[in-house]
């Protein structure tokens, strides 16, 4: 039995999955994947450090879509657990997640305690 607004929750993980898709999708296009315009630059006689900060650029750009992707996850994961019933319970000790860290957190899987002592390890 929970008093948590379910429907609510649902609908704010399907927007924010949306939100995230689109800029997967984004960070796709800035980011074809391929090296092409990175070889043809090295074989001009750039100067070292402006090939380092393409780089560079890239790799932050690669570390944000791993995070969106694992956001994405996340989302995907939190809107199962409305379908089986167990959102908002804490994956660790069974209790409730809480109600404002869901507001603030919509896809948090542990209770504030439990998230504490992961920080702490
Ligand atoms: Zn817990």
Not at 1 to 20: A, I, K
Not at 44 to 55: F, G, I, K, M
Not at 65 to 87: K, V
Request: hydrophobic share 30%.
């Amino acid at each position: 039995m929970t008093s948590l607004d379910v429907e609510g929750f649902r609908t704010r993980l399907v927007e924010e999955r949306r939100r995230v898709i689109k800029e997967i999708e984004y960070l796709h296009h800035e980011n074809p994947g391929s090296l092409e315009s990175e070889s043809e630059e090295r074989t001009l006689d750039n100067h070292l450090a402006e090939t380092a900060s393409v780089t560079l650029d890239r790799e932050v750009d690669y570390s944000l879509e791993e995070s969106a992707n694992r956001q994405l996850t996340a989302i995907e994961d939190a809107l199962l657990r409305i379908e089986d019933g167990t959102y908002g319970t804490c994956q660790r000790c069974g209790g409730p997640v809480g109600v404002e860290r869901l507001e603030a957190l919509p896809w948090a899987t542990l209770c504030i305690e439990d998230k504490r002592k992961d920080e702490r390890r």
